[in-house]
């Protein structure tokens, strides 16, 4: 779970706006409650993807094309969960789809008292195409009550739609980091040693999924 989870239970939450930000506040439609202290985002189903640039539309295309076929399949060869332990206070889960005998899709959930992480990993030819990273961080703490509000002079409790959204969209060509696409940047170009840097966390991360799910 990344740092900023860590923060004080009472820090303000800022909202950026920019030209290509995309901060929103999530709808019941987003997310779905498991039981009383665990509430699930939910995964991509039926999407597509945003609008390209215009000078990287057509090495985009494929990739885009992929997502939604995967994201369209409604019938899985083969589904498998395993429990991630140790990368977040709260814990996590990871969900392995098939199709075929064909690994598609793999998504990992990151749990956290003061906020979660899925992040979507799409295949194609047997390489990373697509990371679709859904960053929540949350107003309060998920045992933030309303009594533990009125204890603390506050003025809010725990409440899921108030959660800060950080989306980023990851674009690989030919299992290379190509594209990046943050809901809270300004648009300009990141530079070539951040590509290489996140490029590098994502497979590395990636691979240790791909190790779990073989993990007996």
């Given at each position: 779970m990344k740092n900023k989870y860590l923060q004080s239970?009472?820090?303000?939450?800022?909202?950026?706006?920019?030209?290509?930000?995309?901060?929103?506040?999530?709808?019941?439609s987003e997310f779905s409650i498991v039981k009383g202290d665990t509430i699930k985002i939910k995964e991509s189903l039926n999407e597509e993807d945003i609008e390209p640039n215009?000078?990287?539309?057509?090495?985009?295309k494929p990739i885009q094309t992929n997502f939604k076929r995967i994201n369209s399949i409604?019938?899985?060869?083969?589904?498998?969960?395993?429990?991630?332990?140790?990368?977040?206070?709260e814990g996590g889960e990871a969900t392995y789809y098939y199709k075929n005998k064909r690994l598609e899709k793999v998504m990992a959930r990151h749990y956290g008292e003061m906020g979660q992480v899925l992040i979507e990993y799409y295949l194609l030819n047997g390489k990373l195409s697509f990371v679709?990273?859904?960053?929540?961080?949350?107003?309060?703490?998920?045992?933030?009550?309303?009594?533990a509000m009125k204890e603390n002079n506050d003025t809010e409790a725990f409440d899921f739609e108030k959660s800060e959204i950080t989306e980023?969209?990851?674009?690989?060509?030919?299992?290379?980091?190509?594209?990046?696409?943050?809901s809270q940047d300004c648009g300009a170009p990141f530079s070539g040693d951040?590509?290489?840097?996140?490029?590098?966390?994502m497979k590395d991360d990636f691979k240790r999924l791909l190790k779990l799910e073989k993990e007996k």
């Open positions: 239970l009472f820090t303000l939450l800022i909202t950026f706006q920019f030209g290509y930000a995309v901060n929103f506040i999530p709808n019941s215009e000078y990287l539309k057509d090495r985009l409604k019938k899985w060869t083969s589904i498998q969960k395993k429990n991630i332990e140790g990368e977040s206070a679709f990273e859904k960053d929540y961080e949350y107003n309060r703490p998920l045992f933030y009550d309303a009594k980023t969209r990851n674009y690989f060509e030919s299992g290379s980091l190509l594209h990046i696409v943050n951040y590509m290489r840097e996140e490029d590098k966390r």
